[in-house]
Nanobody, 120 residues
Framework: QVQLVESGGGLVQPGGSLRLSCAAS????????MSWYRQAPGKERELVAV????????YYADSVKGRFTISRDNAKNTVYLQMNSLKSEDTAVYYC?????????????WGQGTQVTVSS
């Protein structure tokens, strides 16, 4: 079965940094695109970033461009999200999601997510 385990969240002050990790198994990781989504209370789920299977293509939401970096290590079946210059509006639960196609929509596979709280 597909398993996705997000980690690395926590409480951080505005302007701080965090690195999220997602350990994946149960599917051919190296041939799938990977993405990060987030959801804040009272808001819809939002696509944050996408990386292609070979890391050639990357997408970022306008709200995080220049601050977040998505990367992957296919040997470790892990995708990362480096978050810098964090703002209060980045507060949300963050989820990773595999995609069959880089430009396609999300798959139905989700982990439990990891909470990121940005507050002074």
């Amino acid at each position: 079965q597909v398993q996705l385990v997000e980690s690395g969240g926590g409480l951080v002050q505005p302007g701080g940094s965090l690195r999220l990790s997602c350990a994946a198994s149960g599917f051919p990781f190296s041939t799938w695109a990977m993405s990060w989504y987030r959801q804040a209370p009272g808001k819809e789920r939002e696509l944050v970033a996408v990386i292609s299977n070979g890391s050639v293509s990357r997408y970022y939401a306008d709200s995080v461009k220049g601050r977040f970096t998505i990367s992957r290590d296919n040997a470790k079946n892990t995708v990362y999200l480096q978050m810098n210059s964090l703002k209060s509006e980045d507060t949300a639960v963050y989820y990773c999601n595999p995609k069959r196609n880089y430009k396609g929509g999300p798959s139905d596979y989700w982990g439990q997510g990891t909470q990121v709280t940005v507050s002074s």
